[in-house]
């Protein structure tokens, strides 16, 4: 089947335009609101949020920290202030239980300018893409973290364009904007999800945190797939959606288990035969074969599903 020039417009014409991009909105509503959190501290003057990403204070009480950073920094030879090891115990915590890369999709801004990257090549009807190692992140981890021990310098952060991204948009110019740049314009001539999927290290530590984390993306009704390739149109990490999808006969189960999967929800907005859903790691599916049901198939209806999580 043709690969359609707009994933998800089946979607659309089934479920209604604000179904087919419920998840898509709110993740945009999440990012655009955290940016605001910060914004309003030094443009308006009310410090509900102090700090970045990196480290931060919600009302002087609620500190968060990342993980990454804090780690660099111990690495570095700084000791860590307690507000900053109590603000990466939370941020652990959540994302042991959401899904480390739930950062990469919920939280960081570089992501809108790589989702509009996307959106660019598919205008631009461009289908080449450079295949790099997406095994390349996790090398640059291994530098992030080898710089600060040789330096005693968080070498990272200098270079870091989420952090410069921040300062950016929070200073308005800057070096940072012509990051951005080079990352949008690699991400559409060069390499499809490129930054994301393939080079950035902070999305290969977040895949390692939520490795075993509990909220999911699950394919319950995978006998409906029309093989439409919606899923796999959107998917930053196509990889991923293949064995939950289409690993029925090999006895794989329906849960998307892969750390690299970001839980964006889009694979669930595309999908006019509402194929995915979030769920649980330990999800199984000993409920009625919906599709089966659906076509009126009482002895296939009867069959279910098992999780191999």
């Known amino acids: 089947m043709a690969m359609k020039t707009r994933p998800g417009a089946e979607a659309i014409q089934t479920k209604g335009w604000i179904k087919a991009n419920k998840w898509l909105m709110l993740r945009r509503s999440s990012q655009l609101g955290i ?7 030094p443009l308006a003057g009310i410090w509900i ?13 609620l500190p968060l920290a990342d993980p990454h950073v804090l780690l660099q920094a111990v690495l570095a030879g700084v000791e860590p202030h307690a507000d900053a090891l109590i603000g990466v115990a939370i941020v652990l915590l959540f994302y042991l239980v959401v899904g480390g890369r739930v950062f990469c999709s919920w939280v960081c801004p570089v992501n809108l300018v790589t989702d509009a990257a996307c959106c660019t090549r598919r205008m631009l009807g461009i289908r080449s893409s450079s295949q790099i190692s997406r095994s390349s992140r996790y090398w640059l981890l291994g530098v992030t973290l080898l710089l600060p021990l040789i330096t005693g310098v968080i070498v990272w952060e200098l270079f870091n364009p989420v952090s410069m991204a921040f300062r950016g948009i929070v200073f308005g110019l800057g070096l940072a904007w012509t990051v951005l740049l080079g990352i949008f314009l690699f991400d559409v001539f060069v390499s499809k999800d490129g930054w994301c999927g393939r080079l950035c290290p902070v999305g290969a530590f977040y895949s390692l945190l939520g490795h075993r984390s509990l909220i999911r993306v699950v394919a319950e009704d995978r006998a409906k797939c029309d093989d439409c390739m919606d899923c796999f149109e959107v998917c930053p990490e196509q990889h991923v959606i293949r064995p939950a999808l289409k690993g029925a006969e090999e006895g794989i189960g329906p849960v998307i288990l892969s750390a690299n999967c970001t839980n964006c929800g889009r694979c669930i907005d595309v999908c006019a035969e509402e194929v995915f859903h979030f769920g649980s790691r330990f999800f199984t599916a000993n409920k009625t ?4 049901a659906a076509n009126g198939n009482k002895e296939d209806a009867g069959k279910t599903f098992v999780d191999a999580a």
């Open 49 to 61: 949020v102090k700090g970045n990403l990196a480290f931060s204070k919600t009302l002087e009480i």
């Open 289 to 292: 074969n919906r599709a089966a």
């Open 35 to 41: 940016l605001a959190l910060f914004l309003l501290g």
